[in-house]
């Protein structure tokens, strides 16, 4: 497939029947791409389709097996993970994007210096010109500036980086990367550590971008106002991605709906088909057992003829039903969301649950004036005269920008933080299910590492069990969900992509069958589609759910439930 722009403009990366694959696992087949200046291509796909390997290869950090990727021009990458050098900080990370920028004020300053009125070559001259013109080098270090200041990040340029949060070493180097505006921009999840004004920030610089640009993402509102192309690498019925022209979200999903609905009726009617072929095959030859005899009173030196032509007829119902069948890969499966209950059930002598009868009065999940301390100076979390309930059924989203305090609210809420001040209540019997920016994959120790999915799963139930937060007949299968296909539950975490794992800690956040899912930021990793069927899948669950979420257009959805913003 290819992305282009009907202009004149500078070719900046060609991908030529690219393929890639790790062992026993192909990600990449005979890809193609080409993206020139002022193109703006979004990479979706569900989670291990490639979309970050597919980065890496037209960066050059990866070689593909086979095909050839071209670059032209400057190159810059934002990862989605960053691990600092030792000693490193601010200063470091702007120091090495401006380089380039620093290196062409130089070159013009010295060609000015040096060049003679008289018989100088006033080509060269121009071409330094143009280089300091083209990336604005007189603007630099105020556009670093302004980029870390809207994106809420570090601006003393002495501070160490490993000292900074996940999300704070991401905010600096991705201010760092816009300021010196390359040629070809490649980004992976650029708004997972961005709030609301920053995302804005950033969908304004990406939209004046001079170069070109390919953007993994799954926020749906920076594709409908970034992108002129949408490449998804989830293989369609003939095995290929598809490149999608329009560049609004809303035509792209509705192009691959319809595409999805006639691989799944096609499926059907083929496993039909062959259930059919199966039936009729052994209707022909049962009467090739040994019992088979021809019919009675017929001559029996027939039977030797009748038994070849049985056997014939048969062959040619094969031949024939075959000819006619269509192989058809197995579609990909869409998130199956539990029936979550909305309150505990009374037990009997705490063994069995009873029939129910509601008998539950009040919140589920009470929070009232909670302060979390961070060290000296500001809290993490400070909300006197406040109470947070959360009742059966109930809906709550938490807004506010990056250092608001959103994530300790909800950490506060789940009890996994201690409350400096303040009073949580949980209702008995209640059940919850906590997703976290940091999920239990994040804190992975090597033996979990190596563990399958399947059998990561397993253990975080009998941990749950454990600690009595976990009723035997209520657990969900993380089989049951579409979240990992069968393939991946049997590979060890250490083998999934980041997003394969964000689906593995939401599997866990509904494993218990909780009366209470708590949220944070649920739509960083995941694939666009997931996210939709997710945001649907929130909106009619019966249990109470508490989402803080940046995702403009999952705001949007939730739009209707009851606010609570941190400022």
Avoid at 236 to 249: E, H, V
Avoid at 342 to 356: K, L, M, N, Q
Avoid at 523 to 529: E, I, P
């Amino acid at each position: 497939m290819t992305a282009t722009t009907p202009s004149a403009a500078t070719v900046q990366l060609v991908a030529d029947a690219v393929t890639f694959g790790y062992p026993g696992r192909p990600v990449l087949d005979r890809l193609d791409l080409v993206v020139s200046a002022g193109d703006r291509v979004g990479l979706v796909g569900e989670n291990g389709a490639g979309k970050t390997t597919l980065l890496r290869v037209l960066a050059g950090d990866v070689a593909p097996t086979s095909g050839e990727v071209r670059r032209v021009g400057t190159l810059a990458t934002v990862e989605q993970e960053l691990v600092p050098q030792r000693g490193a900080t601010v200063g470091t990370l702007v120091e090495s994007a401006l380089a380039a920028v620093r290196h062409a004020a130089d070159e013009l300053q010295a060609a000015v210096a040096a060049f003679d009125h008289e018989s100088g070559d006033l080509s060269a001259l121009e071409r330094a010109v143009a280089r300091f013109e083209h990336l604005a080098a007189w603007d630099a270090d105020r556009r670093v500036d302004e980029a870390l200041t809207r994106f809420g990040a570090p601006r003393d340029r002495g501070r160490a980086l490993d000292g900074l949060s996940v999300g704070e070493r991401y905010r600096v180097r991705l201010a760092c990367r816009l300021a010196e505006r390359t040629d070809l921009l490649l980004l992976d999840e650029p708004t997972n550590h961005l709030d609301a004004a920053g995302i804005d920030y950033l969908t304004e610089q990406l939209r004046d971008w001079p170069g070109a640009l390919v953007i993994v993402t799954h926020d749906r509102a920076l594709l409908d106002a970034v992108m002129t192309a949408i490449l998804d690498l989830d293989p369609a019925m003939d095995g290929r991605p598809a490149l999608y022209g329009a560049t609004r979200y809303a035509d792209y999903r509705f192009a691959k709906d319809q595409m999805l609905r006639r691989w799944r009726a096609r499926f059907r009617a083929e496993r039909k088909r062959a259930d059919r072929l199966a039936e009729r095959l052994d209707a022909a030859y049962e009467g090739l057992s040994d019992e088979w005899r021809p019919p009675k009173g017929s001559n029996k030196h027939r039977r030797a003829t009748g038994a070849r032509l049985h056997v014939k007829a048969a062959d040619r119902l094969i031949q024939r039903l075959e000819a006619d069948a269509v192989e058809v890969p197995v579609p990909p499966p869409a998130l199956a969301f539990p029936d979550l209950p909305s309150i505990p059930r009374p037990t009997v002598d705490g063994a069995v649950e009873a029939p129910a009868g509601s008998g539950l009065l009040g919140p589920l999940l009470e929070l009232r004036a909670p302060r979390v301390d961070g060290g000296p100076g500001r809290p993490r979390l400070d909300l006197p005269g406040v109470r947070v309930d959360v009742p059966p059924c109930g809906r709550l989203l938490v807004t506010g920008p990056n250092g608001s305090g959103k994530s300790t609210l909800l950490a506060a809420l789940s009890g996994s933080v201690a409350l400096d001040r303040g009073v949580r209540t949980v209702a008995p019997g209640v059940r919850l299910g906590v997703l976290a920016q940091e999920g239990p994959t994040e804190h992975a120790d090597a033996e979990e590492e190596r563990r399958s999915a399947f059998d990561a799963y397993a253990r975080h139930a009998l941990d749950l069990l454990a600690a009595g937060a976990l009723d035997p007949q209520q657990l969900v299968p993380i089989a049951a969900l579409g979240l990992l296909a069968d393939d991946d539950l049997d590979r060890p975490l250490r083998e999934l992509s980041v997003g394969q794992r964000r689906r593995f800690d939401l599997a866990c956040a509904l494993l218990a069958a909780p009366h209470v899912l708590i949220l944070d930021e649920p739509t960083n990793h995941l694939s666009v589609g997931l996210v939709d069927e997710l945001t649907e899948a929130l909106r009619v669950t019966s249990a109470a759910v508490v989402v803080a979420t940046h995702d403009r257009r999952m705001r949007a959805d939730l739009a209707d439930w009851p606010e609570l913003r941190l400022d």
